[in-house]
């Protein structure tokens, strides 16, 4: 039997979707190894129904460590402490860099193997092996683990699925490092844009360097609209490090990954380093006044011409359709 550790990053009652999504998966993964899914939580006020609401994505245990959030030797302190307590030979974080830098820690504090940018998770010759894409994520490969395999994922790798119920919440006390209180949080602060939520959008219109200035991400804001829901606006770097939209809407490679239902690009040209951040989108709509961008290649629906006049007809035209 092989049970599975994820930690679980929570803020204000609120558990991080790409925790739930890491928990589904190692309920599925443990499933297929004979094992269960545990979940551990690290803070100073985490409520018992925070905690157990984790049963409901499939783990079978909560655990709750009381300590400072937000810093990374603690929450390597808590999961080294919870390994000593069970059979495990997988921990699981589900993106972002305080899984990074807590995964690199309690890898190297049991001598296990790291895997991180992780984009899938499968189950072979009874083991678990990850799916790390490489060479610009034009290739995945393979990587298999000696000893205590220590996983961070990509950002939104991992899809959170409803397979279970509450569970009761088990207290641990953790004997903490001096390391550990080193660092002080003062204050939690959101990064310039945070109010940009690209990640959980179905459709998401994405400007690039075609659109030519920051008021004209006016153009993507009013096809945003036009959709509704949960449509959301986004950028390339080009875009960002132009200074026309935040760094928190940024796709790509140095940005955020993201898998709409429907991605639009508007001036976007479809550099390797932007493909790889929105390629898992459901469908792709390009449109571009240059017939040779690279994103003509992988797109599904691609339109050749001047966004500026396309993109309020076609804004005009969704409004239309949904009467």
């Known amino acids: 039997m092989t049970n599975i550790l994820v930690y679980a990053l929570h803020h204000e009652g609120a558990i991080n979707k790409n925790s739930l999504g890491a928990v589904s998966t190692a309920a599925k993964l443990a499933g297929e190894l004979g094992g269960e899914a545990h979940a551990v939580f690290v803070g100073e006020d985490v409520?018992?129904?925070t905690a157990g609401s984790i049963g409901s994505y499939g783990a079978t245990k909560a655990f709750r460590v009381k300590a400072q959030a937000g810093v990374s030797q603690p929450v390597v302190d808590a999961l080294d402490a919870v390994l000593d307590t069970g059979d495990y030979g997988y921990v699981i974080f589900g993106g972002g860099l305080l899984g990074f830098e807590a995964g690199a820690g309690l890898a190297a504090r049991r001598g296990g193997g790291l895997g991180v940018e992780i984009t899938?998770?499968?189950?072979?010759?009874?083991?678990?092996?990850?799916?790390?894409?490489?060479?610009?994520?034009?290739?995945?490969?393979?990587?298999?683990f000696e000893g205590l395999g220590v996983i961070a994922a990509r950002l939104n790798a991992f899809e959170p699925v409803e397979s279970g119920s509450p569970v009761t919440v088990e207290d641990v006390d953790v004997t903490f490092s001096d390391a550990a209180g080193k660092v002080e949080v003062v204050t939690r602060g959101e990064q310039r844009g945070a109010d940009v939520n690209i990640e959980d959008a179905s459709v998401l219109v994405t400007g690039g360097r075609g659109l030519g200035s920051a008021e004209?991400?006016?153009?993507?804001?009013?096809?945003?609209?036009?959709?509704?829901?949960t449509a959301a606006v986004a950028a390339t770097r080009a875009a960002v490090d132009a200074g026309w939209f935040p760094y928190a809407g940024?796709?790509?490679?140095t940005g955020k990954t993201v898998a709409p239902k429907l991605y639009v690009g508007l001036g976007v040209s479809g550099a390797i380093q932007h493909k790889v951040g929105m390629q898992s989108a459901d469908n792709i709509v390009a449109i571009n006044k240059?017939?040779?961008?690279?994103?003509?290649?992988?797109?599904?629906?691609g339109v050749v011409g001047d966004l500026h006049s396309i993109v309020p007809a076609l804004a005009e035209a969704i409004k239309a359709k949904k009467g």
């Open 290 to 301: 240059d017939g040779n961008a690279p994103i003509f290649e992988f797109a599904d629906l």
């Open 250 to 253: 940024q796709i790509g490679q």
């Open 216 to 229: 004209n991400f006016s153009v993507a804001d009013g096809l945003a609209a036009a959709f509704g829901g």
């Open 120 to 144: 899938g998770l499968k189950v072979a010759d009874g083991k678990v092996v990850a799916e790390r894409p490489i060479l610009g994520d034009t290739q995945i490969s393979d990587i298999a």
């Open 47 to 49: 409520s018992d129904e």
